[in-house]
């Protein structure tokens, strides 16, 4: 809902200015925590805009006060009464590098909200005598608009639904502000004593806000603190203008977080599995053996599925790698880098990637089936099903990525690099252990192959650990006894075991790593300065 609002902000701006705006600056509240703020960042970013500079909302009119010629010299105390929907009255101190906020009250109960509220219950009880019945949202709507018609004119007809019009009069109005009115006076009397100042220490009070123009606001103030405030023009407007300005320099620097490019490395990352597939189901593919039963009509093929489900594990792992690292490579390229983060192309890269990976994997058991002349069924279990929970937890990642702004330290590309080393690992072991199964057996060579099974169990087993744990200690400790178990458990039978053993390590590192994005997200990026001539300023309760 929050983000709603400023998508049109954003559409608005880049129409006026004809370019995407890579500088957004966004008016928060002073007494707002770092868990609002956060908020509002993502809120920005699920709008398309690029990461916003929250601003201080009195921080930002002192900005603007200097922006129209007010003179407030470095050391000076100033007081900004912002009255809206509610009140947040903050004391700032001009220092070297801009303003700093000294102290800050806010009461939701200070502003225009309650003014609506007790204006609504005067006109409702005078229209139907204890109010039930009538809308109150129609009421809010009507009374809000009498409020600020009763400014300027003595009297208005507030209609009211099902229910006669009735009249509001400026007396009405001036009930209904008197207290809220008091309320902002006693507000201001007690931040300037939080800030331990003195009237005489302010340089001035000034009053910006929605509801500042109503009846009674300034003298109530005069008459708590002894200092006459000032109501800037235009007030509804002055911290969305003050944040555009606030920090500008003439060199119009404007910063914005700079995406890594994916290294060359990177394309290891994706050779080596997509090559690895090819090897795997080639061999599968030459090396099955087809038995014909009750004649040439009916004839069996014994499939290594082990190395079967890791040919299409293999290809699915290259398509992930290559839509992270071009959704990586198209963010650092991109001409207007702040309009979309690297995460919400990369998530665009990993779900192209799972389906063109889930299209091979089919394509393989379609092609296998075709080839020995054999239901596909079987095919289509072996390379689909071991392969789903990777692709479950890649699509998780990709909407995680999507969702959030912060960028992992090194970027997507760097966090979603599958293990080489595992990958090296398990296809060499799974090719030696289809060698073993599968060669002529003579009386001098059987020790050999009967050692190269062992070995491609036990380099499975490594593979496994590797894609598992990260830590170097773990590893040492772990591929010991599972890989010398995959070296012991070698065998026809268990070849499909192990090839669904690899796919659920390749599931479980996805899932680390998702992990470490849900639980425990990096830091963002160290800022960089770059130029652009597009800046706005976005207020909540203002304009952009």
């Known amino acids: 809902m929050a983000a709603s609002p400023l998508r049109r902000v954003a559409v608005e701006a880049e129409r006026v200015v004809g370019q995407p705006v890579r500088d957004v600056r966004m008016v928060v509240p002073a007494g707002w925590g770092p868990r609002r703020r956060t ?49 947040e009255v903050t004391v700032l101190r001009r220092g070297p590098a801009g303003f ?16 609506d509220h007790a204006l609504a219950d005067a006109l409702v009880g005078a229209s139907t005598g204890e109010g039930q019945g009538a809308s109150w949202a129609s009421v809010a709507d009507s009374v809000r608009v009498a409020k600020e018609a009763l400014v300027s004119h003595p009297a208005v007809t507030v209609p009211l639904p099902d229910r ?23 507000l201001t009397e007690e931040v300037v004593a939080a800030a331990e100042l003195t009237v005489g220490d302010l340089a001035g009070v000034y009053c910006v806000g929605g509801s500042v123009q109503l009846p009674h606001l300034a003298a109530a103030i005069a008459e708590h603190t002894g200092a006459v405030p000032v109501v800037v023009p235009e007030p509804g407007f002055v911290a969305a203008r003050g ?42 593919l030459l090396t099955a053996k087809q038995h014909e039963v009750l004649g040439v009509y009916y004839y069996s093929v014994d499939v290594n599925w082990g190395e079967f489900t890791m040919a299409a594990v293999m290809a699915l792992l290259a398509c992930l790698a290559a839509g992270t690292v071009l959704g990586s490579l198209i963010a650092a390229r991109s001409p207007t880098p702040g309009t979309r983060t690297e995460g919400g192309r990369v998530s665009v890269g990993i779900l192209a990637a799972v389906s063109l990976g889930a299209a091979i994997a089919g ?3 379609v092609a296998t089936s075709q080839y020995f002349g054999v239901p596909v069924g079987a ?8 392969v789903a929970p990777v692709s479950v937890m890649a699509v998780a990642m990709a909407v995680v990525a999507a969702r959030q702004w912060r960028a992992p330290h090194g970027g997507w590309s760097a966090l979603l690099t599958a293990p080489t080393g595992s ?35 036990f380099l499975l087993g490594v593979a496994v650990v590797m894609a598992v744990v990260t830590p170097l ?3 040492l400790i772990l591929a010991a006894p599972v890989s010398v178990i995959c070296a012991a458990v070698v065998s026809s039978r268990a070849a499909g075991m192990l090839g669904v053993i690899y796919a659920i390590a390749v599931a479980i590192w996805w899932a680390t790593r998702l992990w470490s994005r849900v639980l425990r997200p990096a830091p963002p990026a160290l800022a960089a300065p770059s130029t652009g001539p597009a800046r706005a300023g976005v207020s909540p309760g203002g304009g952009g």
């Open 363 to 365: 394509l393989y058991a």
């Open 379 to 386: 095919y289509l279990r072996w390379a689909l099903w071991p």
């Open 39 to 87: 908020w509002m960042r993502q809120v920005a970013h699920r709008a398309g805009l690029p990461q916003p500079r929250l601003v201080e909302a009195p921080v930002a009119v002192g900005e603007y006060l200097l922006t129209v010629g007010v003179r407030v010299s470095v050391g000076a105390f100033l007081v900004v009464c912002d009255v809206g929907a509610a009140a």
């Open 423 to 457: 990958i090296v690992a398990a296809a060499l072991g799974m090719g030696l252990i289809q060698y073993s199964l599968t060669a002529e057996r003579w009386p001098d060579r059987v020790l050999w192959i009967d050692t190269a099974g062992r070995v491609g169990g």
């Open 243 to 284: 944040a555009a300005d606030a920090g500008a320099v003439d060199t119009a620097v404007v910063e914005r977080v700079q995406v890594p490019v994916p290294p060359v490395r990177r394309a290891v990352a994706i050779a080596v599995p997509g090559f690895a597939s090819l090897a795997l189901i080639w061999q599968c």
């Open 100 to 115: 700093e906020v000294l102290a800050t009250l806010a009461d939701a109960a200070a502003g225009g909200a309650a003014v």
């Open 473 to 475: 200690v773990f590893r």
């Open 164 to 186: 006669p019009p009735v009249i509001a009069n400026s007396a009405m109005l001036d009930e209904a502000v008197r207290p809220v009115a008091a309320r902002v006076a006693r």
